[in-house]
């Protein structure tokens, strides 16, 4: 059974970091295409990041770019999504994904999506 588990999300002021992780049982995220997004109170889910498992392509969301970095440690079969700056735009619940492959990623963060985790909240207010 393929379960994706994120953690790491919490309270945090303006201007502060979060690390984000994706642990994976089940499957090997070494070879598969990831995704984060994200989802705030009230509004549509967002595409965060795509990275693509066939060519090594990252894809960033203009909103995070330069302040959301992924990162992965294939021996421990997890992602990690840094977090800097944080501003309360960024309050929402984040989900990492396993995807076919990047298309739509942004516009339809859940389209090609074959396995989600249950989510984790990042709240920032000071």
């Known amino acids: 059974q393929v379960q994706l588990v994120e953690s790491g999300g919490g309270l945090v002021q303006p201007g502060g970091s979060l690390r984000l992780s994706c642990a994976a049982s089940g499957l090997s995220l070494d070879y598969e295409t990831i995704a984060w997004f994200r989802q705030a109170p009230g509004k549509e889910r967002e595409g965060v990041s795509c990275?693509?498992?066939?060519?090594?392509?990252?894809y960033v969301a203009d909103s995070v770019k330069g302040r959301f970095t992924f990162a992965r440690n294939n021996a421990k079969n997890t992602v990690y999504l840094q977090l800097v700056r944080l501003n309360s735009e960024d309050t929402a619940v984040y989900y990492c994904a396993t995807r076919m492959d990047c298309g739509n990623w942004w516009s339809v963060p859940t389209d090609r999506v074959v396995y989600w985790g249950q989510g984790t909240q990042v709240t920032v207010s000071s």
């Open positions: 990275i693509s498992s066939s060519d090594g392509s990252v």
